[in-house]
């Protein structure tokens, strides 16, 4: 790792490939669950969409099926 690299699980957001490799979900559904309104962990920079990490977390820790 690169000196000025910040690992996965200190980051406060993630892209959606880094939040695909941390939770092991794929791009595809990690999109899916972006689109949908009022979803809690997403956040848009312009057009772009930001993973939440740690509401990510919380909302998988209270699932059982995506």
């Known amino acids: 790792m690169k000196q000025d690299e910040v690992p996965i699980q200190e ?6 490939k880094e939040a695909a490799l941390y939770s092991n979900i794929g791009i595809n559904k990690i999109d899916e669950m972006l689109k949908q309104p009022n979803c809690p962990f997403v956040l848009y920079v312009g057009t772009k969409k930001l993973v939440k990490r740690k509401a990510f977390e919380e909302f998988i820790e209270g699932r059982v099926a995506i």
Do not use: F, V
């Open 11 to 16: 980051k406060l957001l993630l892209t959606i």
